[in-house]
């Protein structure tokens, strides 16, 4: 006789497959296999299923969950704030405390010119309102005619219209018949071709620039050391805006609070989201610098008419203000950093080890691993996939990008982690290559 909890286990396999149409997921694998995981607990990096697997997360899930999972400390304030008053609206001026704190404690850590911030539920969002933003702003200027907004290739921006039209990566823009007008794409390492750009189109024409300052979900790619400085001089030079999305590179995970730091430069607006709760909330934001909320404060038509249901919800905003105290008491920044250098040093030696491992590459804990054949080129068919599922079994979650022709591991642990962690997680994906790198014919 099968245990009753089997049976639950069928039971929601079943249900899964039936109704529920997972984000960003293969729907053949759902289909036939039904979900590869159903998560029922989270202790700091390890992640327990219903069967009583336990695996450690080495994308802190979405490269959001910073502070790693099950942390009652923020539970509480989640409660106590629920209890209290979980959501009131923030249109028509109304507000109220956590989503006022929360704002003076980003203008606190962010660079220093970025002082106002508009809440958004999370990344997409936090871009698209980046866009409507700063085509409002150039509209407030008497330039209603700057409304281009260039992006990078192998840049991942998210899923609404806006946020999609903005994405480098293309399978993700031609999911969609159509998409939002004026987006225009630029190579992702070479300031020339932004340059040619905004000569070709015209500088009088365009509102913005938005990069990741480490681009994430296209395979965790490392500008080089001068690209930013070079962006924003082309920027400032024609007037047009640079926003980061630091929707990934925020609060902690490149080893600074925000990625641009690595390179010197501040930039006009950011957008974020993930990190500024770890996961325990829904919450993303855009900032603005001073000069600009001041054109802002002019309005032309007198109402911000830009707002969500959810624009400061006070759990989020409460839940976000404790996640942002832990990172800092836990000194999880300097965490990222040492362990970072930890995991990079790993990866260098599971390339020394492999063959097949071509580039690897990180910055903080966000790093990347390639797969190359004999001939350092590229397999017809990508092992990524493959050593994916085989470190899964073996207890290790990690994802495989093969947009672009890469076949790319990305790797992006709570900053919580451990240098004993970080070895097992090293070891588990070392495992996993050779034995996939032992059935390549
Ligand atoms: N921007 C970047 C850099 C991201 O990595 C993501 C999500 O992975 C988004 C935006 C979209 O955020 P969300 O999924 O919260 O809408």
Redo the contacts with the bound molecule.
């Keep these: 006789m099968m245990p009753n909890w089997m049976d639950d286990i069928r039971e929601l396999e079943e249900l899964d497959k039936n109704h529920f149409l997972h984000p960003t997921s293969s729907i053949q694998q759902q289909q036939d296999a039904g979900p590869s995981f159903i998560f029922k607990e989270g202790r700091g990096v390890y992640l327990e299923d219903v069967k009583g697997k336990i695996v450690i997360d080495g994308m802190s899930s ?2 959001n969950v910073n502070v790693g999972h099950g942390r009652s400390e923020i539970g509480e304030v989640a409660k106590e704030q629920m209890t209290k008053l979980a959501y009131s609206s923030c249109f028509a001026t109304f507000s109220n405390e956590p989503a006022i704190r929360l704002s003076a404690k980003l203008a606190e850590l962010a660079s220093s010119d970025l002082m106002a911030t508009f809440f958004t539920s ?6 698209d309102s980046a866009y409507k933003l700063a085509r409002h702003y150039w509209m407030l200027k008497g330039k209603p005619e700057r409304k281009k907004i260039i992006s990078r290739t192998k840049s ?5 219209m806006g ?1 999609t039209s903005a994405t480098g990566l293309k399978p993700f823009r031609e999911f969609s018949s159509s998409l939002a007008p004026d987006f225009y794409y630029v190579d992702h390492v070479e300031p020339v071709m932004l340059r040619e750009l905004i000569e070709a189109e015209g500088p009088e024409t365009i509102a913005a620039f938005i990069a ?1 300052p480490v681009q ?2 296209g395979g965790v790619h490392i500008a080089p050391a001068t690209y930013f400085k070079e962006v924003k001089e082309i920027c400032v030079e024609n007037e047009i805006l640079f926003i980061t ?1 630091e ?2 590179t925020g609060f902690g995970r490149t080893g600074k609070w925000f990625g641009i730091e690595h390179y010197g430069v501040t930039p006009d607006m950011m ?1 974020f ?2 990190g500024v709760t770890s996961g325990y909330a829904q919450l ?1 934001g855009v900032m603005l610098t001073e000069q600009i909320h001041e054109e802002f404060k002019k309005l032309s038509t007198g109402t911000l008419l830009h707002g969500y249901t959810y624009s400061g919800h006070a759990m989020a905003c409460a839940v976000a203000l404790k996640n942002l105290e832990l990172i800092e008491t836990e000194n999880l920044i300097g965490n990222a950093e040492s362990m970072g250098k930890e995991l990079l040093a790993g990866l260098m030696w599971i390339q020394a080890n492999h063959k097949i491992v071509g580039e690897v590459r990180g910055l903080g804990l966000m790093a990347a691993i390639e797969f190359v054949d004999e001939d350092q080129k590229k397999f017809q068919t990508p092992v990524s996939p493959l050593i994916v599922n085989e470190a899964a079994k073996r207890g290790l979650i990690c994802r495989s990008v093969i947009f672009d022709g890469q076949d790319t591991i990305v790797i992006a642990p709570p900053l919580i982690i451990t240098k004993e962690e970080i070895g097992n997680l090293i070891r588990i994906l070392d495992d996993s290559i050779k034995e996939i790198e032992g059935k390549i014919p």
């Design positions: 979405l490269w999370g990344g997409s969002e936090a871009n991942y921006h998210g899923v609404s946020a990741e994430g979900a999305d929707v990934i957008c989201a993930k993303g």
